[in-house]
């Protein structure tokens, strides 16, 4: 009779023996397992948590121009440089064709004009950037900004230099009479110059490099990083109190006196016609320039930090400064007209240029009054 064992669980000694890779294998298998469910696990508690994110800690996005908006901007730019051009030329011929020696008010328009022509000539490149990215490399970047500066600053003091020899001439007509006014003003359009220029190399700062939100090349500021926050406050600054606020601080004063002296005497209100071209310019001089200038101590202060802002405040800051530095480029093409259709003797000089030149057929131009106290509140181009 033969005995059976009832089955059973075989005992380790008598299981097969395994090998090396077949123990390896399944210690591999086994640490997967744990690993796996132990991440599941952490991820599950993770996920679970009540933390969320703080959109003021997240960085913004950045602004971006829509491509339609990009075409008309840039049909823009080349609109204002069509008109800035043989406007701000014929300015310039009208004024430097007088056969009297130019009065310092007539001299510091003339050289305004020329400022509006450098403004006008940098317009063909922004626009180009506008629609392609700046194709013109690092050079001309620095060239075009710095030209751009030196318009802008040269502008504002030539008309701050308007406005303080007007006070002069009808304020204090004595101490005009004898200072020799024609010198002095060579003198002081030369020293406008040589501060533009000072104020403007901040653009060599400037560079032309791969914008982050897009892949297109920028001229724009480009500091080192460790310092970008400092010289940024500095320029800025410069800009805002030379290029704008002392100006400002100036005329603003000088115009009022002056209108106020000119009601107060005999035949005032004909002499503050007279003045009203050059209040023209200054006017649409601020009317141009002084969004964009709030628009970037706005953006300076959310720089520095002086005032916290959201995403929302730092993109419509971004399209501000797009919008506003759009206008003040349209200044370059503005003063001609003003004289076109504010300055009558303007209009009679231009008429007189042009018969000589044969465009136009000899016509009688009437001939104002000529009081030496009028021609000289009015210069011999108003």
């Known amino acids: 009779m033969c005995n059976h064992t009832s089955p059973g669980p075989p005992h380790p000694a008598s299981?097969?023996?395994?090998?090396?890779?077949?123990?390896?294998?399944?210690?591999?298998?086994?640490?997967?397992?744990?690993?796996?469910?132990?991440?599941?696990?952490?991820?599950?508690?993770?996920?679970?948590?009540?933390?969320?994110?703080?959109?003021?800690?997240?960085?913004?996005?950045?602004?971006t121009i829509p491509d339609a908006l990009t075409i008309a901007v840039s049909a823009f730019y080349i609109l204002i440089f069509v008109l800035a051009i043989p406007g701000n030329l014929v300015v310039g011929l009208v004024i430097s064709r007088s056969k009297q020696a130019l009065p310092p008010s007539d001299l510091y328009l003339l050289?305004?004009?020329?400022?509006?022509?450098?403004?006008?000539?940098?317009?063909?490149?922004?626009?180009?950037?506008?629609?392609?990215?700046?194709?013109?490399?690092?050079?001309?970047?620095?060239?075009?900004?710095i030209i751009q500066e030196l318009?802008?600053?040269?502008?504002?003091?030539?008309?701050?230099?308007?406005?303080?020899?007007?006070?002069?001439?009808?304020?204090?007509a004595m101490e005009a009479r004898r200072a020799n006014r024609?010198?002095?003003?060579?003198?002081?359009?030369?020293?406008?110059?040589c501060v533009?220029?000072?104020?403007?190399?901040?653009?060599?700062?400037?560079?032309?490099y791969t914008s982050q939100s897009s892949s297109h090349t920028v001229c724009a500021e480009k500091y080192d990083p460790k310092s970008a926050d400092v010289w940024r406050l500095v320029t800025r600054i410069l800009r805002h109190t030379l290029g704008f606020l002392i100006p400002l601080a100036i005329m603003l004063p000088c115009y009022?006196?002056?209108?106020?002296?000119?009601?107060?005497i005999r035949g005032g209100f004909q002499r503050q016609r007279a003045m009203r071209v050059i209040v023209f310019v200054v006017v649409a001089f601020l009317l141009c320039w002084t969004p964009y200038h709030v628009t970037v101590m706005v953006d300076t202060f959310f720089r520095s930090k002086i005032v916290q802002y959201k995403c929302q405040e730092r993109i419509a800051v971004d399209q501000a400064m797009f919008a506003t530095q759009?206008?003040?480029?349209?200044?370059?093409?503005?003063?001609?007209?003003?004289?076109?259709?504010?300055?009558?003797?303007?209009?009679?000089?231009?008429?007189?240029f042009l018969k000589k030149m044969g465009v136009l057929e000899r016509v009688s131009v009437s001939r104002s009054s000529k009081s030496s106290l009028s021609s000289e509140i009015t210069s011999t181009f108003m």
């Open 15 to 63: 299981s097969p023996p395994r090998s090396s890779e077949t123990i390896a294998s399944y210690s591999a298998k086994s640490n997967e397992t744990n690993f796996g469910s132990l991440y599941e696990e952490l991820n599950f508690t993770y996920n679970d948590s009540e933390f969320t994110l703080n959109p003021n800690t997240q960085p913004c996005n950045p602004f």
């Open 111 to 145: 050289h305004l004009a020329v400022a509006d022509l450098l403004l006008a000539v940098t317009l063909p490149f922004w626009a180009i950037s506008v629609t392609q990215g700046w194709v013109f490399g690092d050079a001309m970047c620095k060239i075009i900004t």
């Open 151 to 172: 318009s802008f600053y040269s502008s504002i003091l030539f008309l701050t230099c308007i406005s303080m020899d007007r006070y002069m001439v009808i304020v204090r």
């Open 182 to 193: 024609q010198l002095v003003s060579w003198g002081i359009c030369a020293s406008v110059w």
């Open 196 to 208: 533009g220029a000072l104020l403007s190399l901040p653009g060599l700062l400037n560079s032309a």
């Open 256 to 264: 009022g006196v002056t209108i106020k002296r000119l009601l107060h």
């Open 326 to 352: 759009s206008l003040g480029l349209l200044h370059s093409c503005i003063n001609p007209v003003l004289y076109a259709f504010v300055g009558e003797k303007f209009r009679r000089r231009l008429q007189q």
